[in-house]
């Protein structure tokens, strides 16, 4: 049975799959939320319980973002650099929270999953800690100001799990300058 909890102004909607001791989290702008006919096929078609994750537009440049930063397109608001928050909000709120309303028991694998500045965050994080096994880091942000020179500064420690990539094809002919490298 699908349900709803709400931590903070985090939305969560936890679609649970008792045959399955994983669950993949999916962190999704609020403005795009998903059907949950949808949701429930990709949780029965992935064998996994999941939780989408829906982060209100007025936080999405602060809570993903490693650190502080100007803003992108020139002129916008510059971001707040609040991931490492965010991911303790994660780890302590929402994933503690959301596996007791899927009530499958123990888990054995965690995936994360997140599209633009939650793509960003899902490999800052990755690269960091071991709270999920495999990421899908979609149209991630690599164009964040100092994000690559930081991933190439850091070591990369085995993992057991997989990670995803999926870069955009506009970022090359946007308007925005500082897409245009991701490509």
Not at 26 to 34: K, L
Not at 138 to 151: D, P, Q, R
Request: hydrophobic share 45%.
């Amino acid at each position: 049975m699908i349900k709803t909890i709400e931590i903070g102004t985090l939305k969560c909607v936890c679609i649970p799959n008792r045959a399955s001791k994983r669950v993949v989290y999916m962190i999704y702008p609020a403005v795009s939320v998903f059907s949950e006919d949808w949701l429930t096929q990709q949780a029965e078609k992935n064998s996994c319980s999941l939780v989408a994750i829906y982060v209100a537009p007025d936080e999405w440049d602060n809570l993903l973002t490693p650190w502080q930063a100007p803003g992108v397109p020139k002129g916008s608001a510059p971001f707040k650099g609040q991931a490492s928050e965010f991911y303790d909000m994660l780890i302590s709120k929402v994933i503690p929270e959301a596996e007791n309303t899927l009530a499958t028991g123990e888990i054995d694998r965690r995936d994360l999953a997140g599209v633009s500045l939650a793509g960003l965050f899902t490999l800052w994080q990755w690269m960091q800690f071991n709270t999920f096994h495999s990421i899908a880091c979609i149209s991630g942000s690599f164009w964040y100001s100092g994000f690559m020179e930081w991933f190439e500064s850091q070591q990369i420690h085995s993992k057991e799990g997989l990670a995803y990539f999926l870069l955009g094809i506009e970022e090359p002919k946007a308007n925005i300058k500082a897409f245009r490298p991701v490509g």
